[in-house]
């Protein structure tokens, strides 16, 4: 079976749709594009070129082409504030549903998102792309063999030089008031490490700024600590206004302390380091190259082009996909926790708060 899917977005991270993600999935049945929609005409007929769909199959309203087209499924890569509706509308017509993340531009939102999908027996997936690179893909898959044991700490470090208006991307970031680093960038990091540590997270401090010389309206640096249920630690450093750029995205440092090995992920590198107690000391240090290099797993999807195959699969019977909507929401409960922690300076509760956007969703 394929899956045909209506996209709603094609411009900006949409065009990528239009260009990277669908065609490959598209090239081998695993979905057909029946319709594009956006309400803007040259980002639509961009989609329309990439896409290689004729002018008939092309809409400025989403409404217009679910009522046209058969369609299993609605793609969304529209943003979060207009989410809703357009789940309304799926639910509406019995459609399956895969969005971009975040799910929606608030908790509560998103819990009522996942609500309505859930009481109408629909599938909802989230592209948490990061999480499904190849070099943190083949992390977590040494970190889930068993080989070096349980996990005690995690450490991730984002840092790079884009003080200057313009030069992290996309433009408009530099004019978000509200944390655009904690909801642009670090939603997808908190994400991974949490998957990583293979538990939810229990608590969570921050602390959030922005140095005077940067041109960020918002706070482009933020230091993280999650507490896992499961008692694993984890630290993370973002930083958008550092002189040099030692580990920009996609190039994260990652490290795993396991009982048995330190496992780094760093510049797309993977290695490991195993523990040997005839080397205990507390002088010296090891360099990145010093470790073991693993050889990153092999495949010919990856990021969002590996999760519309995975959503494929969903709709067509097989196993949830990893980021279905429901897991999505420990991910945004924790991006908002670490808010609410840096604006108080208070640690929170991410379980507590996740139940109380739940019970609102409900009475909504």
Same mark, same amino acid.
């Given at each position: 079976?394929?899956v045909?899917?209506?996209?709603v977005?094609t411009?900006n991270?949409?065009e990528?749709w239009?260009r990277?993600?669908?065609?490959?999935n598209?090239a081998?049945?695993a979905v057909?594009v029946v319709?594009?929609?956006?309400?803007?005409?040259?980002?639509?007929?961009?989609?329309r070129?990439?896409l290689?769909?004729?002018?008939?199959?092309?809409?400025?309203?989403a409404?217009?082409?679910?009522?046209a087209r058969?369609?299993?499924?609605?793609?969304?890569?529209?943003?979060?504030h207009?989410?809703e509706?357009l789940?309304?509308?799926?639910v509406?017509?019995d459609?399956?549903?895969l969005?971009?993340k975040?799910?929606?531009d608030?908790?509560?939102?998103?819990a009522r998102i996942?609500?309505?999908v859930?009481d109408a027996g629909l599938?909802?997936?989230v592209t948490?792309?990061?999480?499904?690179r190849?070099?943190v893909?083949?992390?977590?898959?040494q970190?889930?063999s068993?080989e070096?044991?349980?996990?005690d700490?995690i450490y991730?470090r984002?840092?790079?030089?884009?003080r200057s208006?313009g030069?992290w991307?996309?433009?408009r970031?530099?004019?978000v008031?509200n944390h655009?680093?904690?909801?642009?960038?670090?939603?997808h990091?908190?994400?991974?490490?949490?998957d990583l540590?293979?538990?939810?997270?229990?608590?969570?401090?921050c602390?959030a700024?922005?140095?005077?010389?940067?041109?960020?309206?918002?706070d482009?640096?933020?230091?993280?600590?999650?507490?896992?249920?499961?008692?694993?630690?984890?630290?993370?450093e973002a930083?958008?206004?550092?002189?040099a750029?030692f580990?920009?995205?996609?190039d994260?440092h990652?490290r795993?302390d396991?009982a048995?090995?330190?496992?780094?992920?760093?510049?797309h590198e993977?290695?490991?380091?195993?523990?040997? +107690?005839?080397? %205990?000391?507390?002088?010296?240090?090891?360099? *990145?190259?010093?470790g073991?290099?693993l /050889?990153l &797993? !092999?495949g010919?999807?990856?990021g969002?082009?590996?999760?519309?195959e995975r959503?494929?699969?969903?709709c067509?019977g097989?196993g949830?996909m990893?980021?279905?909507a429901?897991?999505n929401l420990q991910?945004?409960a924790?991006?908002f +926790?670490a808010? %609410?922690s840096?604006?108080?300076g208070?640690? *929170?509760d991410v379980?507590?708060?996740? /139940?109380? &956007? !739940?019970?609102i969703?409900a009475d909504?």
């Open positions: 079976m394929t045909r899917i209506v996209l977005g411009g991270q949409g990528a239009c990277d993600f669908l065609p490959p598209e081998d049945d057909e319709a594009a929609v956006d309400a803007d005409q040259d980002a639509l007929e961009r989609g070129e990439l290689g769909l004729s002018s008939d199959r092309c809409y400025t309203d409404e217009a082409a679910v009522e058969d369609a299993d499924a609605l793609a969304l890569v529209v943003p979060p207009v989410r509706s789940v309304d509308l799926a509406e017509h459609l399956d549903v969005c971009e975040p799910l929606a608030s908790l509560e939102t998103a996942v609500r309505r859930e599938k909802m997936g948490m792309t990061q999480r499904y190849d070099d893909t083949s992390l977590r898959r970190v889930r068993g070096y044991g349980d996990v700490t991730s984002y840092a790079v030089n884009a208006y030069t991307k996309p433009e970031l530099y004019d008031a655009p680093m904690l909801v642009e960038g670090a939603i990091h908190l994400d991974l490490l949490a540590a293979g538990d939810r997270v229990d608590r969570v401090f602390n700024w922005n140095p005077p010389y940067s041109e960020f309206a918002g482009p640096n933020a230091h993280v600590h999650l507490v896992m249920a499961n008692g694993t630690s984890v630290s993370y930083s958008n206004t550092s002189a750029t580990n920009g995205w996609g994260e990652v795993v396991c048995e090995a330190t496992l780094l992920l760093d510049g993977l290695r490991a380091f195993p523990y040997d +107690a005839a080397d %205990e000391d507390f002088l010296g240090n090891a360099r *990145v190259e010093d073991e290099l /050889a &797993a !092999e010919e999807k990856w969002n082009t590996w999760l519309v959503f494929a699969e969903w067509e097989g949830p990893e980021t279905n429901r897991d991910s945004m924790t991006v +926790a808010i %609410e840096d604006e108080t208070k640690a *929170v379980q507590a708060m996740l /139940a109380d &956007a !739940e019970a969703a909504s």
